[in-house]
């Protein structure tokens, strides 16, 4: 067989082996590993803005005052640094925000200095006692991502967002991700409601067209 078979060429035999060689600790002990530790930079951006040394503007935030830094508000938002493009250096400046609570906004800037989101602990819990998808913190940090133009915080959100969505909610949540620009989210909310809501799923859209127009004639 092996001499009719197309392994032999010209009377020979090739053959290939693989050769594992396992050396013992004793005849070549392993060098020394140094652990490195994790990333604490959002720790450290994170007391730069708890402690406020070196601040150089203050929000004010239906009456609460958050002190913050241009420079690193400019280095994660690009509606921040044009903002700020023309007085990256001077006096200390008060800026009123008046669409947002001040839980909310101290939320985002945590994440603006921390790179994370707020506990999940609190996000859960505000979502629990919600009346409403749109009244959870998460929903409003999305509109605030959207109104800074945070893309990471968008993506945080909408990841928060879609593991709510229930067939009560889905139009809310789609209303809100047609409104914030959550295309992650409004594609989650569309497949969810074709599957769970077979022939609904025009309703869906016409519903969360409904409550943009009743949001916009609310602002």
């Known amino acids: 067989m092996l001499e009719t078979s197309d392994y032999?060429?010209?009377?020979?035999?090739?053959i290939n082996c693989t050769v594992g060689v396992v050396v013992s600790a004793v005849d070549s002990p392993r060098l020394p590993s140094i652990q490195v530790p994790e990333s604490d930079i959002g720790a450290h951006f994170g007391m730069l803005?708890?402690?406020?040394?070196?601040s150089d503007i203050i929000f004010n935030v239906a009456g609460e005052k958050f002190h913050a830094h241009k420079l690193v508000l400019a280095t994660r938002s690009t509606v921040f640094k044009s903002e700020f493009c023309d007085g990256l250096e001077g006096e200390e400046q008060e800026?009123?925000?008046s669409d947002m609570e001040p839980k909310v906004f101290k939320a985002m800037l945590h994440f603006v200095y921390r790179d994370v989101l707020i506990e999940d602990e609190s996000v859960a819990s505000s979502s629990s006692c919600a009346s409403s998808?749109?009244?959870?913190?998460t929903a409003k940090l999305l509109a605030a991502a959207d109104k800074y133009d945070l893309g990471r915080l968008r993506r945080l959100c909408e990841s928060h967002l879609c593991k709510e969505i229930s067939v009560n909610s889905v139009a809310r949540a789609l209303a809100l991700a047609d409104r914030y620009h959550a295309t992650e989210l409004k594609a989650v909310c569309l497949r969810f409601a074709a599957e769970n809501l077979p022939g609904h799923a025009e309703e869906a859209k016409k519903k969360m067209k409904d409550e943009e127009k009743m949001k916009k004639e609310a602002d």
């Open 49 to 54: 803005l708890e402690n406020m040394e070196g």
């Open 133 to 137: 998808v749109s009244d959870t913190i």
């Open 95 to 97: 800026i009123v925000v």
């Open 8 to 14: 032999l060429k010209d009377d020979c035999l090739k």
